[in-house]
C-alpha cells in the first residue's frame, strides 16, 4: 500500500516512476495550473505490479479453418484441427480446450490414443506431436521431425503403441507412441508393388489394420493401387490395381470387404475372396443417359462402411454429384438399404465421421451420428431416426453467422439481466432438433466459485445484434436483435445505399448499452443511430425518425451562420429537422443537375409497427448527404438515461439529441465548440480546388487513388500530421465539375485495388481507431507503429477535427462552478478535451415540456494524440459512476395505485466527499499520453507518455482486486496497466507483437480484469491481465480426462475365432521392436522432447481425476524404476560375467605359468 499526497498550491508536479520492462514507454513531468485555493488529496492506493499477469482464459467461437477432425469413442470429446495450427478439443457444455503448435504448421490429422488421454497431431511441416490430455491446458509430450519424407496420412490401431505413418513416397513408417521413436520396420512401396510395375504408385492416401487379423495391414495409394501387407511375412498378401483414383477406404467389421471411393464418383465394393475385380461398382448419383453412358460425377472424397445389427449397413460419403447440376451445394449422402437421403449443406464439407458405440473395428459398429465439419459451420446427424435431424449444437459455432464488425464486454452486470434476455430470446429459437442428447459428452466442468454475470455483445455485417452470456467462461447466446428491421428494404431502382456502402448498409459500427436502465444504443455504416427501450411486452408504435445536417464546408468555416455561431440554443426546434420529417429522395446524382441534398442513406418505417418482446425500437437519428457529399461516418456516441440525452460525433462536428423530447438540441462544427478559447492557431488558405498549376495536376493524377480511398475511409482513422482528412476539402483537378465528386469518389476507391478495409462488412467497426495514412492495403491492415505527431502548432483553415470521444457525467464545466451539474465531456482527435455544461430540468413533468439548455463554456484541457477515454473519481480515488434511470417498461399495463415515475440513481462527486472537501478527478486517456486534472481548478495532477513509437489503440478505466486501474492496449501490441490517480505503471506485456486491423477494432476491456478480441473472423479469445483469476483458471476450466473402463471385448465364439482367425495372438513388439527390426536410420527423423513430461501427468492428478490418475503416475513410475532397476541388473550380471571371465583367465594364464615353473625342477 502507498500513500500519495500531493499539496496543490500551483507549485509543479511530476509524475513518479517510470515504465518498467518497454523501451516503447516512459514517463514524463507534466506541469499542472495552479488550483484555486490549496487542497489536499489523500489516496490509498492498493494496487501493486503482483496483482497483474496476463494469460489467456478461453477462445470461443467455430476454429477457423479447420482441416481435420478426431473423435474418442470412450471418453466422448472431439478435437478439431486447423490450417493456422490451432486445435479445439470439446466435451460436454463448459469442456472446450484450445491448444496451439508453435509452428502454426496446418494439421493434417489427428488421432487419438482412444481412452488414454493422449492425441497424436500430424502437421503440414512433417512432424508428429504427443499431446497429453490429463491435464487441464494441455501440452506436448513428444514430436517426431520427419526429415526426408513428407507425412500424409496415419493409422493408429485401437489399443496399440505403435502408429503407422504414410508418406509422399509411398513409404509407411512406424512410430512408437510412448518412446516416440521410429521403428526399423519400414513397408517401402517398392516391395509393396510388383517388381515389374513400372510406374510409382503414388502417396499413402489410406492405412488401415484387417478387423479379421491385425497382422494385416491394408495400404492404399493414390493412383488406385491397393495392397494387403502381412506385417509378419513381410510381404503382399494381394495386390489390386484399378483404374481410377482412392480418396477413402472403409472394412466391413467382419474384416471379408472393404469399399473405396474414387475420383469418378464411384464406390466399390471388394470381396477378399476375388481381388481381381471389384465385386460391387455403384455410382450413386451417375444416372444413364441417352446414349447409354453415365453422367461425369464429381470425387466421393471419403466414405464409411458400418454395420448395424437390427438393420442394413450405412454407406455414408461425401461429394459424388454429377457436374451437370451447377449451382448445387455441398452434399452428405447416406445410403440405408434401398433409402437414399442427400443432406444439403450451407457450406463445403471439410470432414465427416460417423460416431459408433464401440472402438473395437472386428464388432458390429452400430452407428448412432455423424459429425460434420464444413469450412464455416459444425453438426451433428442423429442416425438413429429415419428423417436424420440434426442435434442443437450447445457450442458457440454461429459467432460468424454474419461477419462481426464490433465487440463489448461487459462484467459484473445486473444478476436479473441474464435471465431475462434468455427468457425473450428462448420465444425464437428454431425447431426440429433431435430429441435426444448431444452425443459429445465427455469431460467434466464445475461452475468454480468466481463467477459473476458477464454479457458479451457482438455487432455484425448484416445488422443484427447478439448477446451472449459469458459468464463462468462459457458462452451461450442469449438474444438476437435485427437492426434492419427498422428501415423499409431498398427498391430495385433505389441506389443511394449502395452508392455509400456498396455491400451491407446495416452493418453496425458501435454499441453503446445501459445495463441498469436498458437502454441500447447502435450506430450503423449508413450514419445512423438507432436507440432501443427494453420491454416485456410487445407494442404497437411508429418509429420516430429525426435527421442531422452534420456537414461543414470549408468555406462554411469562413463565413458561418448565426446560429451555429451561438454556442447555447434556448429554443431546440428552430435549429432541428422536425421529428417524423422525412425528406423526399432525390434524383439519381449522376448529373450535376442531379445532387444529392438533405437526403438519408436509409428510409426508416413511417408505419406503426408491430415489436415483439425484447428490445424494441424507439428512434432513430440519420446524417444527410450534402451537396453531393454523403454524410461522414460517426466516430463517438454516449448516451444517459438518467439525463435522458445522447450524444454523437464525427469528423464534422458534434450533435446532442434529446431522446425523450425527440428534439435536437445541438448541432455544432468542433470549431464552433471552441469559440474564442480554440489553442490553434488556425491558418485561412484559399480552396485547394483553384490551384491550375502543372505541379497540381501531376500531385492529383499520381495520388488520385490515395485521395479517394481517405474520403471513403473513417474521419479518425485517417490522420496526417493529427489532422483529420475531410472529403470536402479534397482537391478537384481542373476541368472536372467538382459537384459529381461526391458519390463517384467513393465508388472509384471502393472499385480499385487500394479499397478502404472498412467499407467490407468484416471491417466496419474500424472507424473509431487511429491510423497512420498508408497508400497500400497490406500496410494499413497490419502497420501500427508508425510514429506521429499530434501537437501541431498551426492548422490548416479547412481542417477537420474529428470528435473522437464522448462521456456524460456529473462534473465541473467551469473552474467558477461550486457545485457539480451534468456535463458533456468531448475529445477530439487533435488531442483537445472541451467542457459542455448543460442545465436539466429535474422535475419529471418538467423534464418532458422544459427545454434542457446546452452551450459550450469554453474550458479546454490538452493532451498529445486523439483523445479516448474519460473516467472520473472521488478524492478518495474510487471510481463514480455515470447517473442511470432506474428501468421500467413503458408497455407494462398501468397500475393506478403505483404510477410509474423516473427513479434516478445519481452518483454526484460531492456525495462521497466527507473528509476530502468537494471536487473530484478526471482521467483522460490519449493515444500518446494519460492525465489526471483535479476539477474544478483543471489542475494536472498527473501525467504519463504512455508510448513515443507507437499509440494507444484502446483504454478503458476498470476495477481490478477491489481497486481502480488504467488499462490500455497499444498498436505494437503491448497491454498495459497504470495505477490511478498515480499513473504509476503496474504492468507492462508485449503480448501481441504482430497485431493487425481485427484485432485492432474488436479489442475491449472490462471490470474483473478481462479483455476480449476476435482472434480470427470466427473466434472469440479471452484474456485476464488479473494475477487473482490467473491463479483460478485452472478450477474454471474444464477437465478433458475422466478415468473410465474401457468396453471389453464381444466374446466371438469358438468356431468364428477358430475360423475367422485370432487376431489377440498378433504381438507388434516382436515384429517393431528394436530387437527384432532394428534402429530406424537417424536421418529420417529427429526425436524432439515436449515439456508436458511426467510434471504435466503430477498436474493432472489435482482435480476430479484424483486418485486413480495419482495411481496411474505411481504405476508408470514404478514401472520406470523397475525398467531401471532391470537395466541396473542386467549390466551389473553382464559386467560380474565379465570379470568372472577375466578372472578364469587369470587364473588359468597363473596356473599354466605355475606349471611351467615346477615343471624344470
Not at 501541431?792 to 477535427?801: C, L, P
Not at 478415468?1043 to 471385448?1049: D, K, Q, V
Request: glycine residues 8%.
Amino acid at each position: 500500500m502507498k500513500k500519495f499526497r500531493k499539496v496543490l498550491d500551483g507549485l509543479t508536479t511530476s509524475s513518479p516512476g517510470g515504465t518498467i520492462g518497454s523501451p516503447s514507454c516512459g514517463s514524463a513531468a507534466g506541469t499542472p495550473t495552479a488550483a484555486p485555493t490549496p487542497k489536499e488529496i489523500d489516496v490509498q492506493e492498493t494496487l501493486v505490479s503482483e496483482n497483474f499477469q496476463l494469460c489467456k482464459t478461453v477462445r470461443h467461437g467455430f476454429p477457423y479453418q479447420p482441416t481435420t477432425l478426431a473423435f474418442d469413442p470412450v471418453q466422448k470429446i472431439l478435437a478439431i484441427g486447423s490450417r493456422t495450427g490451432g486445435v479445439r478439443i470439446l466435451g460436454r457444455p463448459g469442456v472446450d480446450c484450445y491448444c496451439q503448435h508453435e509452428s502454426g504448421a496446418a494439421v493434417l490429422q489427428l488421432q487419438f490414443l482412444i481412452n488414454e488421454g493422449a492425441l497424436v497431431t500430424a502437421c503440414a511441416d512433417d512432424t508428429l506431436h504427443l499431446w497429453n490430455l490429463r491435464q487441464r491446458r494441455p501440452a506436448i509430450l513428444h514430436s517426431l521431425k520427419f526429415n526426408r519424407e513428407r507425412i500424409t496420412f496415419c493409422h493408429l490401431p485401437f489399443q496399440s503403441k505403435w502408429l503407422y505413418v504414410g508418406t509422399e513416397r509411398g513409404n509407411t513408417h512406424i512410430v512408437n507412441i510412448e518412446s516416440f521413436i521410429l521403428s526399423g520396420y519400414v513397408i517401402m512401396w517398392n516391395k509393396a508393388i510388383e517388381l515389374s510395375t513400372k510406374t510409382h504408385p503414388g502417396p499413402v492416401v489410406h492405412l488401415s489394420d484387417s478387423p479379421k487379423d491385425e497382422g494385416k495391414l491394408l495400404i492404399g495409394f493414390e493412383s488406385g493401387t491397393i495392397v494387403q501387407w502381412d506385417l509378419r511375412g513381410k510381404k503382399a498378401d494381394f495386390r489390386i490395381y484399378y483404374d481410377e483414383a482412392i480418396h477413402s477406404v472403409s472394412w466391413h467389421h467382419e474384416g471379408k470387404q472393404f469399399m473405396c471411393s474414387h475420383s469418378d464418383g464411384s464406390l466399390t465394393l471388394w470381396n477378399l475372396r476375388n481381388t481381381a475385380k471389384p465385386f460391387q461398382i455403384t455410382f450413386p448419383h451417375g444416372k444413364i443417359q441417352k446414349d447409354g453412358r453415365k453422367e461425369s460425377c464429381k470425387p466421393i472424397l471419403k466414405v464409411e462402411y458400418k454395420t448395424s445389427r437390427n438393420s442394413e449397413p450405412f454407406v455414408i460419403f461425401s461429394g459424388g454429384l454429377s457436374y451437370d447440376k451447377a449451382g448445387r451445394r455441398p452434399t452428405l449422402t447416406i445410403m440405408h438399404g434401398k433409402a437414399i437421403t442427400v443432406l444439403e449443406m450451407d457450406h463445403p464439407i471439410v470432414e465427416f465421421m460417423a460416431l459408433c458405440e464401440t472402438p473395437y473395428n472386428n464388432e458390429v459398429q452400430e452407428p448412432y451420428a455423424v459429425v460434420v465439419l464444413l469450412e464455416k459451420d459444425f453438426i451433428v446427424v442423429d442416425l438413429t431416426q429415419s428423417n436424420f435431424p440434426i442435434f442443437e449444437n450447445p457450442y458457440p459455432m454461429d459467432i460468424h453467422e454474419s461477419p462481426v464488425t464490433c465487440t463489448a464486454y461487459f462484467a459484473d452486470c445486473p444478476p436479473d439481466i441474464i435471465p431475462i434476455l434468455y427468457s425473450i430470446g428462448a420465444k425464437h429459437k428454431k425447431t426440429g432438433y433431435s430429441q435426444k442428447e448431444w452425443p459429445i459428452s465427455g469431460g467434466t466442468w464445475t461452475l468454480g466459485s468466481q463467477t459473476y454475470p458477464e454479457i458479451i455483445i457482438t455487432g455484425h455485417a448484416d445488422g443484427s445484434i447478439k448477446f451472449w452470456d459469458a459468464s463462468a467462461i462459457t458462452l451461450q447466446m442469449l438474444y438476437k436483435l435485427k437492426t434492419s428491421k427498422v428501415f423499409e428494404k431498398p427498391k430495385p431502382g433505389e441506389g443511394r445505399t449502395a452508392e455509400l456502402v456498396e455491400e451491407d448498409p446495416y452493418a453496425v459500427q458501435m454499441v453503446c448499452w445501459c445495463p441498469q436502465s436498458r437502454i441500447f444504443c447502435v450506430v450503423g455504416i449508413s450514419a445512423h443511430i438507432i436507440l432501443y427501450r427494453f420491454s416485456k411486452y410487445d407494442s404497437n408504435t411508429q418509429i420516430v425518425s429525426l435527421e442531422v445536417r452534420l456537414q461543414c464546408e470549408s468555406e462554411d468555416v469562413i463565413s458561418p451562420s448565426e446560429t451555429e455561431n451561438n454556442p447555447c440554443f434556448s429554443d431546440p426546434s428552430s435549429h432541428s429537422p422536425q421529428p417524423q420529417h422525412q425528406h423526399p429522395a432525390s434524383p439519381s446524382s449522376g448529373t450535376p443537375e442531379g445532387v444529392k441534398d438533405s437526403i438519408p442513406c436509409l428510409r426508416v418505417k413511417d408505419r406503426v409497427t408491430r415489436m415483439p418482446p425484447g428490445y424494441q425500437a424507439e428512434l432513430v437519428v440519420q446524417l444527410l448527404w450534402v451537396d453531393g457529399e454523403p454524410p461522414q461516418q460517426i466516430t463517438s456516441l454516449d448516451i444517459n438515461s438518467a439525463y435522458g440525452l445522447l450524444a454523437f460525433g464525427n469528423c464534422n462536428g458534434l450533435a446532442v439529441v434529446d431522446y425523450l423530447q425527440k428534439t435536437i438540441l445541438l448541432c455544432m462544427s468542433t470549431l464552433d465548440l471552441y469559440g474564442a478559447t480554440d489553442p490553434y492557431q488556425r491558418l485561412t488558405r484559399s480552396p485547394r480546388r483553384n490551384r491550375q498549376s502543372t505541379s497540381g495536376l501531376t500531385e492529383l493524377s499520381d495520388n488520385q487513388q490515395s485521395v479517394d480511398m481517405e474520403r471513403s475511409k473513417s474521419p479518425t482513422s485517417d490522420h496526417v500530421n493529427g489532422h483529420c482528412t475531410s472529403p470536402t476539402s479534397q482537391p478537384c483537378s481542373a476541368g472536372k465539375p467538382r459537384v459529381p465528386m461526391g458519390p463517384e469518389g467513393p465508388r472509384l476507391a471502393r472499385r480499385g485495388p487500394g479499397r478502404p478495409p472498412f467499407r467490407k462488412a468484416q471491417s466496419a467497426a474500424c472507424m473509431e481507431i487511429s491510423l497512420p495514412v498508408s497508400h497500400t492495403e497490406e500496410s494499413r491492415e497490419n502497420s501500427f507503429s508508425r510514429s506521429r505527431s499530434s501537437s501541431v502548432s498551426s492548422i490548416d483553415r479547412d481542417t477537420k477535427e474529428a470528435v473522437t470521444t464522448l462521456q456524460f457525467g456529473e462534473s465541473y464545466g467551469r473552474k467558477s462552478d461550486a457545485l457539480p451539474t451534468p456535463c458533456l465531456w468531448v475529445g477530439t482527435s487533435l488531442g483537445v478535451v472541451l467542457l459542455i455544461p448543460m442545465s436539466i430540468p429535474t422535475e419529471e413533468e418538467e423534464r418532458l415540456e422544459e427545454p434542457v439548455t446546452i452551450g459550450p463554456s469554453g474550458a479546454v484541457l490538452m493532451l498529445k494524440g486523439s483523445v479516448l477515454r474519460f473516467a472520473f473519481l472521488d478524492c478518495m480515488g474510487a471510481l463514480i459512476h455515470n447517473p442511470y434511470e432506474v428501468w421500467r417498461d413503458f408497455n407494462a399495463p398501468e397500475d393506478p395505485d403505483r404510477p410509474r415515475k423516473r427513479k434516478l440513481v445519481n452518483f454526484s462527486p460531492s456525495s462521497s466527499q466527507d473528509a476530502s472537501g468537494e471536487g473530484h478527478l478526471a482521467v483522460v486517456c490519449s493515444e500518446r499520453q494519460a492525465k489526471v486534472f483535479l476539477m474544478p481548478s483543471q489542475s494536472c495532477l498527473f501525467v504519463h507518455n504512455i508510448t513515443e513509437s507507437s499509440f494507444v489503440l484502446r483504454a478503458d478505466v476498470v476495477s481490478v482486486c477491489n481497486s481502480v486501474c488504467l488499462a490500455c492496449f497499444c498498436a505494437n501490441g503491448h497491454v498495459m496497466t497504470l495505477s490511478l490517480p498515480s499513473l504509476r505503471p503496474l504492468m507492462d506485456v508485449n503480448y501481441l507483437p504482430l497485431t493487425d486491423m481485427r484485432i485492432a477494432r474488436t479489442f475491449c476491456f472490462t471490470n474483473g480484469g478481462q479483455a476480449l478480441y476476435l482472434s480470427s473472423p470466427t473466434e472469440i479469445q479471452r484474456i485476464t491481465y488479473s494475477q487473482e483469476m490467473c491463479d483460478n483458471l485452472q478450477e474454471m476450466l474444464g477437465e478433458l480426462f475422466t478415468p473410465i473402463e474401457t468396453p471389453e471385448a464381444q466374446n466371438r465364439g469358438f468356431l468364428k475365432g477358430f475360423f475367422g482367425g485370432n487376431a489377440q495372438t498378433f504381438d507388434r513388439e516382436e515384429l517393431f521392436g528394436e530387437a527384432a527390426a532394428g534402429k530406424a536410420s537417424r536421418s529420417l527423423a529427429q526425436h524432439i522432447p515436449g515439456q508436458g513430461g511426467v510434471e504435466g501427468m503430477k498436474a493432472a492428478a489435482g482435480g476430479v481425476v484424483g486418485d486413480l490418475a495419482r495411481a496411474r503416475i505411481a504405476l508408470d513410475e514404478r514401472g520406470q524404476r523397475l525398467g531401471e532397476l532391470e537395466e541396473r541388473t542386467a549390466l551389473m550380471m553382464t559386467s560380474a560375467e565379465t570379470f568372472s571371465k577375466h578372472a578364469h583367465e587369470v587364473h588359468k594364464n597363473c596356473w599354466e605359468r605355475g606349471l611351467g615353473l615346477r615343471k624344470p625342477g
